[in-house]
């Protein structure tokens, strides 16, 4: 089944959004009968990220929902003076999203830096979340910008990175640690060759990701969550510290933490089917 793609007016800004829903489902509104998951990707990718995990997940018959965050993808990229690119702003716009199209309940699956945005979403919300599945997300105290990323905050430097389509590459290769075909890399740098704004709003998302203070508090809501959370890592990633993660998982007994030795940064580009499985897994005993 492919994937439909659409946008919606929410508020001030057009969010676009990549949707499956199930054959034997009746649709009301966007959502459909089944619990959906709602995929939230990170910097400096969009939706696309997840096409095939939401493929396979078709076949197990599990509905899915990917937007891009404002400021990234095909959905708006406003002026930083209309919109922050902020945590707050990015949980505000979250929220009026979610609204928008109708979701009440769902499995929320979040990775990479700005995905955290959906975990602070879950603890200030968790009579929405049915279960949190947290693939290579920043959520301990610890976590910092790798420098790649970090070098386009810099002011010319980060203009000009974050004006070059070529990031997308450099960044999602360096942080998945294999090539990516580029079919794939034509479809995530897209955005860039379209307009100039998605650097900008790259740039100012970067700088505005407040790690030091947002961090201490997902660590310490996800010690107290008491929900199902299934963190699928990649254990190379050079850029988040799995011992971390490791102590956080023996601080809540509701939290699985399942190990992808050889994965890195973006787990979901190479280990699709292995995710996959963890995912359907993780969906049906809850």
């Known amino acids: 089944m492919s994937i439909k793609t659409d946008k919606i007016q929410v508020g001030e800004f057009q969010w676009f959004y990549r949707q499956t829903e199930i054959e034997s489902d009746k649709p009301k509104g966007i959502a459909t009968q089944r619990t959906p998951l709602l995929f939230l990707h990170g910097l400096p990718a969009h939706s696309y990220t997840w096409e095939k995990l939401m493929t396979l997940l078709v076949a197990e018959n599990i509905p899915s929902i990917a937007p891009d965050w ?48 959906g975990v602070q979403y879950a603890i200030q919300n968790p009579e929405q979340i049915t279960g949190l599945i ?16 970090k070098q386009m905050t810099f002011p010319v430097v980060g203009d000009m990175m974050t004006q070059d389509p070529l990031l997308v590459d450099r960044n999602l290769e360096k942080g998945s640690g294999f090539v990516i075909e580029d079919k794939d890399l034509n479809i995530l740098r897209k955005p860039f060759l379209q307009s100039s704004n998605v650097g900008r709003a790259l740039m100012t998302t970067l700088k505005q990701l407040q790690l030091d203070t947002v961090t201490p508090a997902i660590e310490a809501g996800l010690k107290k969550w008491s929900k199902p959370i299934l963190i699928i890592w990649g254990a190379a990633d050079s850029w988040l510290d799995l ?11 509701k939290i699985t933490l399942v190990e992808l030795p050889t994965a890195k940064h973006y787990p979901q580009e190479h280990w699709t089917s292995d995710i996959v499985g963890e995912i359907v897994q993780f969906f049906r005993s809850n």
């Open 134 to 149: 947290i693939l290579n997300t920043p959520i301990t105290s610890g976590a910092k910008l790798p420098w790649s990323m």
């Open 70 to 117: 404002i400021g990234s993808g095909f959905s708006d990229k406003p002026d930083k003076r209309n919109f922050a690119y902020t945590p707050a702003a990015y949980l505000t716009g979250l929220s009026e999203f979610i609204t928008a199209i109708k979701l009440e309940k769902f499995y929320l699956v979040v990775q990479g830096f700005l995905a955290s945005v």
């Open 243 to 253: 011992d971390d993660v490791k102590k956080l998982v023996t601080a809540n007994s």
